[in-house]
């Protein structure tokens, strides 16, 4: 009998639907939702969700508080499969006390996201675009002088290139991406500081090397300055020209989230003005973006197409991750991850 898993939301699977793939990726999606072993459900809708899940054994759920009549509703619920790493906002020690197993994971594309925001980064520090422009079409000034080795160090005189080492990474938003981009930054050796509405927990603050810091702030000490609040109505243009005029001169700004978070006209005019060092945008409003927009045209902008979380491959494997412990259930396995010190033999096994 299939194990029915019901989601809150599953952006992954919905950008699969409906797109022509290789045979090799269809048969891991058909792998991944395999009727024989999982009854798949997402529903956005509380409500809904709530009476879907009557019947559920496995839950999947943000890193977000649990509705509070969940348990009294889901009496067959065996699992709660957190899209975090964290999980600190789940209630982990509620669902312990029911004997409710609360595991958590990476996501493979919340980590892919946070590997290009610190590529985008290093080109702008280290001027990389520059460097290969100079190395295709010629360059201007004396040649570097050739070593008895044979060797021309920087041979363009290629001016701007940075070490990260040392540098301030500021972080707008402390959620699931942005803790990776901390960890990731924590590994260059950078100093992190963070904004959130509510600071994290010291525990986890210990963990990714970071300290919370008031936005004013942040913002006038961040050499590199990573935007990872929630996109909704109340956070269009978060930065925008108040912003960007307090930041650090010469700084750096990344947004990978979403376009309408920062204000496109207020950082063209901050590029421009020579207040900000660089910016690396993944994300633009709208999208697609024209291609003669003047910040694609800008020299200190590193743009990407919205491809942090990858290609439609990486998608699936974020949709096989979320889908692994539900066919470990099917197969009478144990979960991978659990954090909340439930014993799944205690529950039994299908």
Known sequence: ??????????????????????????KRIDRALDPGKVEFIVEP??????????????YIARNEPLPPDLFQRAKRLRLIQCGSAFGERIGMEAAAERGVAVALFRRPISQAVADLAMGLMLVLVRNL?????????????????????????????????????GMRMGILGMGEIAR????????????IRYWNRTPLPKKIERKLGAKYLEKEKLLKTADVLYVGVGNSPATRHFVGEKELAAMRKGAILLNLGRGPLVDQDALLAALNSGRLGGAGLDVFEPEPFPP???????????????????????????????????HRIAEGKRPFGIANGVKWADKGTP
């Open 1 to 26: 009998m299939p194990v029915r898993v019901v989601a809150s939301y599953m952006a992954a699977l919905m950008s699969l639907k409906g797109r022509p793939y290789s045979p090799a990726i269809q």
């Open 45 to 58: 809708d509380a409500g809904a969700r709530l009476k879907a899940l009557e019947a559920a054994e496995v």
């Open 129 to 165: 675009a520059e460097g290969g422009r100079r190395m295709r079409g010629g360059w201007d000034g004396p040649l570097s002088p050739t070593r008895p080795d044979g060797s021309a160090y920087n041979w363009t005189q290629l001016p701007g290139c940075k070490g990260v080492t």
């Open 180 to 191: 990776f981009v901390s960890e990731r930054a924590k590994g260059f050796g950078m100093d």
């Open 292 to 326: 003669d927009h003047p910040l694609l045209q800008h020299p200190r902008v590193a743009a990407t197409p919205h491809v942090g979380g990858g290609d439609d491959e990486m998608l699936v494997s974020d949709l096989e991750a979320f889908m692994r412990n539900a």
